[in-house]
């Protein structure tokens, strides 16, 4: 294991959370894991909830994420929807990479909704953008253009009434 | 600051702030009394540009059309969000039914193994059982054989009826006497006297006798 300094110094570290590829559904409200200390059938649950269980709690802010240890016989994850229903994912005697696999597509978000958040939250975050939606709703807004004239007017060169007068004259 | 004050900024001449007219005055007379001059344009020429822009106002109309129904199917109509949100849900139960067969399948694959352990347990036990059913025969027949010679040797007990005889035998017999050594070989070499205490006691009764002569004497 690449420990270095410390209890898990890798784990901790804000690059490891934010490599987290778990992004769990609207629905859940409470992400529950039961497993042993001791037995061979949970080695996988409890790699994955050293490894994957920060990360999702990182990734997933709303949900409340628990981990009960030495009361159920069987390994399996719990989870609690919004409208007071329950999922039960088995995973008796797997391995971490086929339990975080199993959660990412059953328990995560489809790729579509996926796509559309990232898509938002691209057009939110990114300081070029301007318009609706935006946090800033026009071109005048943004450092280095051409201000709102009722802020600054625009200069006389460029002012129709004086380009007018300039020919006239 | 004054209104209409003039500062260089990046090459170009711009005032601060802009003069507005005070609501109260009136219009003023460079407005007021100004005189539109009309166009004089010939009708051949009036009902070209007439047809170029109702043309150019039917296809901007179209363009604009198109563009809202666009905009109203893809993203912000009701009916998108119904059907987005109805896609989210059956995605969501196409998961479930995906974890209801893994649950399924993984259940299957415990039954077989707790079945095989619990075989396993019940073989375990059962050579538990026999080892120690051997165990406990093993012991039970030693016991019988330490009974059977304790009761073969029974016979040679001295009991109450019968250690007067037995006391008579021992008084009958010749003293044992251990007055001997053994070689390597286990040859025995028997002493002088069968008794050695005696006869030291006799030496002694001797030698007190010749002294007790000599000084007589």
């Known amino acids: ?169 | 600051m004054k209104a209409n004050d003039v500062y260089d900024l990046s090459g170009i001449q711009q005032s601060s702030l802009f003069y507005y007219k005070s609501m109260r005055l009136s219009i003023s007379d460079s407005i007021y009394f100004i005189i539109y001059v009309k166009p004089n344009i010939p009708i051949e020429e009036k009902e070209e540009i007439k047809r170029l822009y109702n043309n150019y106002r039917t296809y901007m109309k179209t363009v604009i059309n198109y563009l809202k129904e666009c905009h109203q199917s893809s993203e912000l109509s009701e009916e998108a969000i119904i059907k987005y949100e109805q896609s989210k849900e059956d995605a969501w139960q196409k998961c479930m039914e995906l974890n209801d067969e893994w649950n399924k399948s993984l259940a299957v694959e415990r039954e077989k193994r707790e079945i095989l352990a619990f075989e396993k347990q019940i073989e375990e036990a059962r050579l538990l059982m026999k080892e120690t059913d051997d165990f406990k025969r093993e012991k039970q027949e030693e016991i019988e054989k330490l009974i059977k010679e304790q009761k073969e040797l029974s016979s040679t007990f001295i009991t109450e009826e019968n250690i007067d005889a037995h006391i008579e035998d021992i008084l009958n017999k010749e003293p044992f006497s251990f007055n001997y050594a053994i070689d390597l070989k286990g040859k025995i070499y028997e002493g002088y006297n069968k008794n050695p205490s005696i006869d030291k006691f006799l030496d002694v009764k001797s030698s007190n006798k010749q002294v007790e002569e000599a000084v007589s004497v």
């Open chain 1, 1 to 169: 294991m690449p420990f270095k300094v410390g209890i898990n110094p890798v784990i901790r570290t804000l690059k490891y959370l934010k490599a987290g590829r778990v992004y769990l559904n609207d629905k859940i409200k409470v992400f529950s894991v039961y497993l042993n200390t001791s037995d061979e059938r949970h080695k996988g649950l409890r790699d994955f909830v050293t490894w994957h269980f920060p990360q999702i709690q990182y990734k997933n802010p709303d949900v409340h994420c628990i981990y009960i240890k030495n009361i159920m016989p069987t390994p399996f994850i719990r989870v609690f929807l919004d409208n007071g229903d329950d999922v039960i994912v088995d995973v008796d005697s797997k391995e971490r990479k086929e339990i975080l696999n199993h959660v990412i597509k059953v328990l995560g978000k489809p790729t579509f909704v996926l796509k559309d958040e990232l898509l938002a939250k691209e057009k939110k975050e990114n300081p070029a953008n301007f318009g609706y939606m935006c946090t800033k709703h026009c071109i005048c807004q943004i450092l280095g253009q051409v201000p709102c004239p009722a802020i600054v007017p625009v200069p006389k060169h460029v002012r129709g009434k004086w380009i007018k007068e300039s020919i006239m004259s």
